[in-house]
């Protein structure tokens, strides 16, 4: 009569017992192979209070020292407010035309240097946040994007006050300076110097959407490339619609810086195939 078909059982009964570890050790090689690619993913599903809770830390975290460094860049204010006028034409004087514009004007200057300084830590700690639901290549993407944003955004706050701030003050304020004698509020001109700084440091955040749209498949090298006269007619568009000023020079600069920015990134995405 014919043998009886073996089933596993009786497979592994039969296998010499020395052997028998050799197939444990391989498939515990394997899973640590496939827990090292993927060490820093944590697929274990958390309760929603848990995610709140740890919200609620990190956004308390964040607030605490964001109050502690307005506090002392208030203390700085002054300083950073002669940082401004020093882009102004020689000669120009500003004037405190009303009770309080000068507390004012101080306490958006410290917000501003507040924000700057803060953007580091909010990015670490949304990194942190997210990082348990990443794989090991999604968190080396998100690593990258979130630590650029303030470096892409102190690029333009100084891109725009070297380069576009200087020759936009000249333009405004030496404007028929011979016929008449100008003397400027501190307000509107703090206004005026922080919102294209700031305007500036949010256009320079375009790679940052690039990179994300690539990496998701959105969209394609090919395509952002054969898109180059809409990108640069829009680059002049947004210009228009961004400067608080309606002059073609501080236009120009920054859709240049724009489209430098767009190409140059195209570039790289491609370079290191992101």
Not at 34 to 50: F, G, H, L, M, V
Not at 107 to 116: D, E, P, V
Not at 230 to 249: E, R
Request: aromatic share 14%; glycine share 6%.
């Amino acid at each position: 009569m014919p043998e009886p078909k073996k089933n596993r059982e009786d497979y592994l009964q039969d296998k010499p017992i020395n052997e028998i570890p050799a197939l444990g050790n391989d498939l515990q090689e394997e899973s640590f192979e496939t827990s090292k690619s993927d060490a820093i993913y944590d697929p274990t599903p958390k309760d929603i209070t848990e995610h709140l809770e740890e919200i609620r830390n990190r956004l308390f975290l964040i607030l605490g020292l964001g109050v502690l460094i307005f506090i002392i860049c208030f203390n700085y204010s002054e300083f950073f407010i002669s940082l401004l006028e020093e882009q102004a034409p020689p000669g120009s004087s500003f004037f405190q035309l009303k009770p309080g514009e000068l507390l004012f004007s101080s306490f958006k200057a410290s917000g501003f240097a507040s924000l700057i300084c803060i953007s580091p830590i909010f990015c670490q700690q949304l990194l942190a946040f997210i990082r348990p639901g990443l794989k090991a290549r999604e968190y080396s993407i998100s690593k990258i994007v979130l630590l650029s944003v303030p470096l892409l955004l102190v690029s333009g706050i100084g891109f725009a006050y070297y380069f576009i701030l200087p020759p936009l003050l000249s333009f405004l304020l030496g404007f028929n300076s011979s016929v008449i004698e100008s003397r400027y509020g501190i307000e509107h001109f703090v206004n005026l110097c922080l919102s294209l700084l700031m305007i500036t440091g949010i256009s320079f955040q375009i790679p940052i959407l690039i990179v994300v749209l690539t990496f998701f498949k959105l969209v394609t090298i090919k395509q952002l490339l054969s898109i180059w006269r809409y990108v640069t007619v829009g680059a002049f568009v947004l210009s228009a619609f961004l400067t608080p000023t309606p002059d073609p020079f501080t236009m120009s600069i920054l859709a240049f810086a724009i489209l430098g920015l767009y190409f140059s990134t195209v570039l790289t995405v491609k370079i290191f195939k992101i």
